[in-house]
Every structure is written in C-alpha cells, then in structure tokens.
T-cell receptor, first 112, second 115 residues
Framework: QQQVKQSPQSLIVQKGGISIINCAYE??????FPWYQQFPGKGPALLIA?????SEKKEGRFTISFNKSAKQFSLHIMDSQPGDSATYFC???????????FGKGTRLHILP | NAGVTQTPKFRILKIGQSMTLQCAQD?????MYWYRQDPGMGLKLIYY???????DKGEVPNGYNVSRSTTEDFPLRLELAAPSQTSVYFC??????????????FGDGTRLSIL
C-alpha cells in the first residue's frame, strides 16, 4: 500500500534523446510526488515535484506527467545530455505525513 | 551555508562495535531524517524528528537509536554493529513538510562497512 514502484531499473539513452522513467503507486492518500537526482558520491537532490491536482509540470528539459486515475507518474528528460547521467528516484508523501516513500531508483546513462 | 553536513564520510567497523554517525544542518530546519541506501533498494527511512526533543521511528529502525537535543544536530547511534547494517547512510532536513512541500536537503552520506 505504501510502495512506490519504479521502472526501469536502468536506462541507456543516446545524447539528444528522450529519457522516460515511470512510477506507480497504490495508496490514494499520497499527496506530493517529488523526483530526486543523485550523482555518485552525493546525496539525492530535489529535481522537480508535482501535486496530484496537476497533470503535468515542466521545468526546463524536465517534465513530470501525472495520471491520477491510473495512479502513475513519469519523468521525461528532453534532449538528454551526458551530464544527466545519474540515478533518479521517484517518491511520494502520505497526506499530512512527515515521511516520504522512495522508489528503488533508475540508473540513467546518456551516451555521448 | 554548509547545508547538511555528515561525518565521517567513510567508516569500517567490526561486528559488535558501536559508533555514532553525526549530522548537522545550519538552515534552521525543524525536520530531520536518517535514511539508509542499499544497492538497488532506494532509500529506507530509519528515524526522523520534527523538532528538538521529538523523534519517531521510520521503516527500518531496529538496531539504531537517535536523539535530537538541538535543532541543528541529529546523531544516529549504532549500538551493536551487524553486517546487515553495511550501507550508505544519508541525513536530510527540511523546513516543513506540510503544507509547504518543502524539499528535503540531503547530506553527502556516510559509507559504513561492518566486517
């Protein structure tokens, strides 16, 4: 119920291509969905986040698409660059709770 | 602004030893968290605190203890180290989680090996 399922586990994309990472959840009490980016040897850093009353949010080359009825959300990275190579985590927070549940992560590699 | 500072960065312990992982933040955040990250498993919440003097268990608290005597510091204690506690530990903080949706700021982690 409190899981966030993330796929794929790893992803290789050509430079300039679109990277797509998908997440799914069951608990309808989740009310905040952040994505984190993590580089080797560093802690995760917030990349972009969305609330369930919005279907899409775009910040630069990064877009979150949110499908409330399907309980799915995804991260799209347009014009992917080698500097985007990192591990990406989707996450979800329970309504009015203090805890965030993380997906297992996607290791993204952008080929130069 | 240093953000969230974790020490040490690396540590090797023998089974049964104890140690304290330090975490300090200088952003005056009231919320602080400890996570562990195992390969392919994402981040699991160990303990969290919503303010000085208040702590609560997360998903995987067994084998760990925390204290929060000040707003700035949130140390994580391992009393009897076990091989299953080999992991990378991250501390995070945020100003608030509701309703501002404030992001969590993470430290760079402590890589701990139990041999």
């Amino acid at each position: 119920q409190q899981q966030v399922k993330q796929s794929p586990q790893s992803l290789i994309v050509q430079k300039g291509g679109i990277s797509i990472i998908n997440c799914a959840y069951e608990n309808t009490a989740f009310d905040y969905f952040p994505w984190y980016q993590q580089f080797p040897g560093k802690g995760p850093a917030l990349l972009i986040a969305i609330r369930p009353d919005v279907s899409e949010k775009k910040e630069g080359r990064f877009t979150i698409s949110f499908n409330k009825s399907a309980k799915q959300f995804s991260l799209h990275i347009m014009d992917s660059q080698p500097g985007d190579s990192a591990t990406y985590f989707c996450a979800a927070r329970l309504n009015r709770d203090d805890k965030i549940i993380f997906g297992k992560g996607t290791r993204l590699h952008i080929l130069p | 602004n240093a953000g969230v500072t974790q020490t040490p960065k690396f540590r090797i312990l023998k089974i049964g030893q104890s140690m304290t992982l330090q975490c300090a933040q200088d952003m005056n955040h009231n919320y602080m968290y400890w996570y562990r990250q195992d390969p392919g498993m994402g981040l699991k919440l160990i303990y969290y605190s919503v303010g000085a003097g208040i702590t609560d268990k997360g998903e995987v608290p067994n084998g760990y203890n925390v204290s929060r005597s000040t707003t700035e510091d949130f140390p994580l204690r391992l009393e009897l180290a076990a091989p299953s506690q080999t992991s990378v530990y991250f501390c995070a903080s945020s100003y608030d989680t509701w309703p501002g949706n404030q992001p969590q700021h993470f430290g760079d982690g402590t890589r701990l090996s139990i041999l």
